[in-house]
T-cell receptor, first 114, second 113 residues
């Protein structure tokens, strides 16, 4: 998985609790992304980062926050989890430069909010 | 709104047979189109990537085509194997900040012996 790890891989939590998902890369890529994947939808971008402490919102950012204090780590936080945030979350990394701006995906985290 | 539509949603074929998956997109400005394979429980892995000027790209038994005029792409799988069972996702990249991708919903392929 191109030097990307996600933790935890599976999590079950209750509505209203805070949850933090971690993405760690060993590739030194500048860009990191968080997506969610739901049945009937393609992957949808939540937030992305283009450098340490530089982040921006994606298509479905409501209810999520992110932080990137080091090049290798990108954290996704659900401040107060809701059942609609039950999903599979994927982290991706890339350079976003050049016409063939490849993104490499991590193994995913399956989150269930009861 | 940028959109990527894929068909069929699911497909069952017998091992050794060929199949073709379709992708239509409305993404602007267009940068490139890629096909990903996603095995169950794993992240997507890139199969092919094509720019505006390319109309075909092969990766082993996988051949992707691109018609930029009609905004259509196809992925042809030759001599299917059981390991080809997966979801295949068409993804279009736009020439904007952050390398934004628009994902199709995927085609779930099952290859049966």
């Amino acid at each position: 998985d191109a030097g990307i790890t996600q933790s935890p891989r599976h999590k079950v939590t209750e509505t209203g609790t805070p949850v933090t998902l971690r993405c760690h890369q060993t590739e030194n890529h500048r860009y990191m992304y968080w997506y969610r994947q739901d049945p009937g939808h393609g992957l949808r971008l939540i937030h992305y980062s283009y450098g340490v402490k530089d982040t921006d919102k994606g298509e479905v950012s409501d209810g999520y926050s992110v932080s990137r204090s080091k090049t290798e780590d990108f954290l996704l936080t659900l401040e107060s989890a809701t059942s609609s945030q039950t999903s599979v979350y994927f982290c991706a990394i890339g350079e976003a430069s050049g016409i063939l701006n490849e993104q490499f995906f991590g193994p995913g985290t399956r989150l269930t909010v009861l | 709104k940028n959109q990527v539509e894929q068909s069929p949603q699911s497909l069952i074929i017998l091992e050794g047979k060929n199949c073709t998956l379709q992708c239509n997109y409305t993404v602007s400005p267009f940068s490139n189109l890629r096909w990903y394979k996603q095995d169950t429980g794993r992240g997507p892995v890139s199969l092919t990537i094509m720019t505006f000027s390319e109309n075909t790209k092969s990766n082993g038994r996988y051949t992707a085509t691109l018609d930029a005029d009609t905004k259509q792409s196809s992925l042809h799988i030759t001599a299917s194997q059981l390991s080809d069972s997966a979801s295949y996702i068409c993804v279009v990249s736009s020439n904007n900040a952050g390398n934004m991708l628009t994902f199709g919903g995927g085609t779930r392929l099952m290859v049966k012996p």
